[in-house]
């Protein structure tokens, strides 16, 4: 694991993109994205530069973070810092660096998570500690970080819970159990935080078709999901990154919080259904 007290220095790109308006640091709305190197929130990344944002892209993932850079070369909108956000330390360094880069915090998405399927009787301790510390501690680090910074103009922040932390699927005693903390952690941020002009939501994806399913997901998981999930498929990143950007934004947003939006193909609503034909 990388140490993140190190290695947090902001790195902007070389050059504005010349398919986007220049923006002038202070006037753009600023966001982060953590786990924002891959997946979902890569996706929010993406939407957030062409929606006119400038972006802090952080990871504790250095080759993912490469392949970010590479992506987004020539891109002053964009900037970069490698974060474990279970190390509260480094959070504050690098939070405190992308406030001095962009001016202000407008908003934050915690995507960084790790996943697990395991029953619950071959569970080790260990793992279940891992899963709460990045899931549940890490989200409360970043969050309480970020809204110190908010809590002066206020702004929003939406935290990535699951499906999985709103019904008991099975494998999922370790995740499950991180998701459902991330729902009523983000209830109670929306408390505490609505003072201070600073809206706090969940979004609940269903599966998602990611780098963390393809490595967790095996064939009669897929095969499970096409059978639950009402619109029997799999949701692409940009599908959860749409949702997540209208409870980010005020514009779409100004009077929504405290919120668990469900982004699943139907999976939590549904009751019985038609059992499909095995393929
Ligand atoms: N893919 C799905 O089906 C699905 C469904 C529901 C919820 N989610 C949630 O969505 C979020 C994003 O997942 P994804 O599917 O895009 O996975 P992903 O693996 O593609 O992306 C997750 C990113 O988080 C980063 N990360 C992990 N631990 C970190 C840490 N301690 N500090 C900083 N960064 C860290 C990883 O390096 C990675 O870049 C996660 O919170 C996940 O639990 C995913």
């Known amino acids: 694991m990388p140490d993140a007290t190190e290695e947090s220095q902001v790195e902007p790109a070389e050059l504005a993109a010349a398919s986007r308006p220049a923006r002038v640091a202070g006037e753009a709305r600023a966001a982060l994205v953590t786990g924002g190197a891959s997946g979902i929130g890569l996706a929010c990344a993406e939407r957030l530069l062409a929606a006119g944002w400038v972006v802090g892209i952080l990871d504790r993932d250095e080759a993912a973070l490469t392949r970010c850079r590479e992506r987004f070369a020539g ?7 490698a974060l474990d956000v279970t190390d509260e330390a480094a959070a504050e360094v690098v939070i405190a660096d992308m406030v001095t880069a962009f001016g202000r915090i407008d908003g ?4 960084a998570g790790i996943g697990a399927d395991m029953h619950v009787l071959d569970t080790p301790i260990e793992l279940f500690r891992k899963v709460l510390d990045v899931n549940v501690v890490g989200t409360f680090v970043v969050g309480r970080a970020v809204a110190r910074v908010m809590k002066e103009g206020g702004g929003a ?4 819970a699951s499906i999985s932390g709103l019904r008991g699927s099975k494998g999922r005693a370790a995740y499950g159990a991180s998701k459902g903390a991330v729902v009523v952690l983000t209830q109670v941020m929306a408390v505490d935080l609505a003072p201070y002009r600073i809206r706090v939501n969940a979004v609940a994806p269903g599966p998602v078709a990611t780098p963390m399913v393809e490595a967790l997901h095996p064939p009669e998981v897929r095969r499970a999901y096409r059978h639950h999930v009402p619109m029997r498929r ?6 959860i990154a749409a949702a997540i950007l209208f409870l980010l934004d005020d514009e779409t947003s100004s009077y929504v919080t405290g919120e668990i939006m469900a982004v699943d193909g139907g999976f939590r609503g549904a009751g019985m259904m038609l059992i499909e034909e095995e393929e």
């Open 75 to 81: 891109d002053a909108a964009v900037r970069f810092a």
């Open 108 to 111: 934050l998405i915690n995507s």
């Open 157 to 160: 922040i939406v935290n990535v």
């Open 234 to 239: 799999y949701a692409r990143p940009e599908e």
